[in-house]
């Protein structure tokens, strides 16, 4: 049987990415980011997760940060040149992006929004995001990510 392409792979092929498409069983729910990387058995530092935030302005920005790592609001504000952002309710993602929660993907929204990741994304050689759906990742180079998005690098995370 063919392997079904998601929309993220579409995109990466259409512009010439070399990715790498990686698979996981699970159920109706999404999986955690540390779950994946287990099943996966790939460092969770490799693996980043999408998060969607609404700035005070009420634009809509994107962070992309390792799934061992929260998102530090006044950070992120501050990358984006924000007051104060704040996460979008989960029942506006689909809407906003395209994807549910669980299978959002910096690649391939709806609209290309502001995108910050977090800078640890350039000490990796490749790193894992959604390819879209629950159960699917690709994995390809930060800077192609980065470029595919018209992405900025910044300190979005909080300390450890």
Request: net charge positive; hydrophobic share 40%.
């Given at each position: 049987?063919?392997?079904?392409?998601?929309?993220?792979?579409?995109t990466?092929?259409?512009?010439?990415?070399?990715?790498?498409?990686?698979?996981?069983?699970?159920?109706?729910?999404?999986?955690?980011?540390?779950?994946?990387?287990?099943?996966?058995?790939?460092?969770?530092?490799?693996i980043?997760k999408?998060?969607?935030?609404?700035?005070?302005?009420?634009?809509?920005?994107?962070?992309?940060?390792?799934?061992?790592a929260e998102?530090?609001?006044?950070?992120?504000?501050?990358?984006?040149?924000?007051?104060?952002?704040?996460?979008?309710?989960?029942?506006?993602?689909?809407?906003?992006?395209g994807?549910?929660?669980?299978?959002?993907?910096?690649?391939?929204?709806r609209?290309?929004?502001?995108?910050?990741?977090?800078?640890?994304?350039?000490?990796?050689?490749?790193?894992?995001?959604?390819?879209?759906?629950i159960?699917?990742?690709?994995?390809?180079?930060?800077?192609?990510?980065?470029a595919?998005?018209?992405?900025?690098?910044?300190?979005?995370?909080?300390?450890e």
């Amino acid at each position: 049987m063919a392997e079904q392409k998601t929309n993220v792979m579409r995109t990466l092929e259409q512009k010439k990415i070399k990715y790498i498409a990686h698979e996981y069983p699970h159920g109706d729910e999404a999986v955690d980011g540390m779950t994946v990387a287990n099943i996966l058995g790939i460092d969770p530092s490799r693996i980043f997760k999408t998060l969607v935030v609404r700035g005070a302005s009420k634009k809509i920005y994107v962070f992309v940060l390792p799934v061992c790592a929260e998102l530090e609001l006044k950070k992120a504000a501050k990358a984006a040149g924000e007051k104060s952002v704040a996460m979008v309710h989960v029942s506006e993602i689909n809407a906003l992006t395209g994807y549910v929660r669980g299978g959002c993907s910096p690649i391939g929204m709806r609209k290309l929004y502001p995108t910050f990741y977090d800078s640890s994304l350039l000490e990796q050689d490749t790193v894992l995001v959604s390819a879209g759906k629950i159960g699917r990742q690709v994995e390809l180079s930060p800077a192609a990510l980065i470029a595919l998005t018209g992405g900025k690098t910044a300190d979005i995370i909080t300390e450890e």
